[in-house]
């Protein structure tokens, strides 16, 4: 069984836990307790579910004061971008979240997409210790140095737009249709579900996606029909 010290990652986050258990728990994916069956902790499936509602709130709170001009859309956006899996799992790899993931050797070899929104979701399940073990301020305050600093880099690059309705709209000006969205693959067990999604317009294929959900799957497919026609 892969034995961590998380002290390291304590130090890294300038945090230090009354309970180690919960980080222990919040780095736990139910893979690694399939193959260790004998372990009596649970995965982090509970605490990532926690830890979503607060860094929305927390990402929310910042945002309005943040941005006093901005519609409630543009906000949407804004949260949307800062809170989705390529943002989070790029936060968690600054962090070193991968050296610290209790994972089955299955996962443990796959490093592409699917690492990507185990990386995510671990990052919401620490989330969800910090605000357990160290009260709200504490996850304001790893948040604030972990995540905040990403709209920058995010309204540089324009990714907060909603490409959905971008698409549409260059869709309805250039070819005078609607973009249909179809589901190519669903994988993953219910707790983990990972959707891929293609757009057409009218029969030519233009863009694919993939998400936790079948709307992050066709924002993603928006927004490669975007780049693949230049429109964005």
Known sequence: MKN???TKFEEAIGLTFKDRGLLRQAFTHR???NENRDLEWSHNERLEFLGDAVLELIV???LYAKFPSCTEGELTAYRSSLVNATTLSEAARKIDVNEFLLLSKGEAKDIGK???YIL???MEAVIGAIFLDQGYESAKYFISRNIFHLIDEILENKSW???KSLFQEKAQEFYSQTPVYKSVKEEGPDHDK???VAVYVGTELIGEGEGKSKQEAEQMAAKSALDKKGWI
Do not use: G, K
Request: glycine share 0%; aromatic share 20%; proline share 0%.
């Open 161 to 163: 737009i909603d490409s």
């Open 31 to 33: 893979s690694f307790l």
């Open 114 to 116: 699917a690492r990507q």
């Open 194 to 196: 990972h959707f891929t």
């Open 60 to 62: 929310t709170d910042y």
């Open 4 to 6: 961590i010290d998380f």
């Open 120 to 122: 995510a979701n671990t």
